[in-house]
C-alpha cells in the first residue's frame, strides 16, 4: 500500500491551514498527542542540550508536574539545574507553574 505524499504546502493552497507553520504546529501536537513518550523525551533532551531551558519549563514541555520531571531526569541520570539565575527567569518559572496548576484545576 503506497501512501499518499502530502507536504505541508498542499494543505495552505487548500485553504486548510494558513501557514505550512500552522501545518507542523498541529501535526506536531497531536503526535504529542498520541505519541506521550515522545513528548517526554524531547522534553528531556531539550533540558540536558538547552542551558536556558529551566526544570520548570521542561515538566511544562513534558505535560508533567515540576516533582515528576526532577524524579524522571534524576532517574535517567541526568543533572538537575535547580534554582532560577535571575529575577526574569524565576517569574517565568512561577508564571509556568501558575499556568500548569490552572490547567489541571489544582487550588
Given at each position: 500500500m503506497q501512501?499518499?505524499?502530502?507536504?505541508?504546502?498542499?494543505?495552505?493552497?487548500?485553504?486548510?491551514y494558513p501557514t505550512e507553520e500552522a501545518v507542523l504546529q498541529?501535526?506536531?501536537?497531536?503526535?504529542f498527542q498520541y505519541r506521550p513518550n515522545l513528548q517526554?523525551?524531547?522534553a528531556v533532551y531539550r533540558y540536558q542540550h538547552d542551558e536556558e531551558l529551566t526544570l520548570a519549563k521542561a515538566a511544562n514541555l513534558a505535560g508533567v508536574s515540576f516533582e515528576?520531571?526532577?524524579?524522571?531526569?534524576t532517574q535517567r541520570g541526568v543533572p538537575l539545574r535547580l534554582g532560577p539565575t535571575s529575577v526574569a527567569e524565576a517569574q517565568a518559572e512561577i508564571e509556568i507553574m501558575e499556568r500548569w496548576f490552572d490547567e489541571k484545576n489544582i487550588d
Open positions: 501512501l499518499l505524499s502530502i507536504k505541508p504546502q498542499d494543505l495552505v493552497v487548500a485553504n486548510l498541529d501535526a506536531l501536537r497531536y503526535l517526554l523525551n524531547f515528576q520531571m526532577k524524579e524522571i531526569l
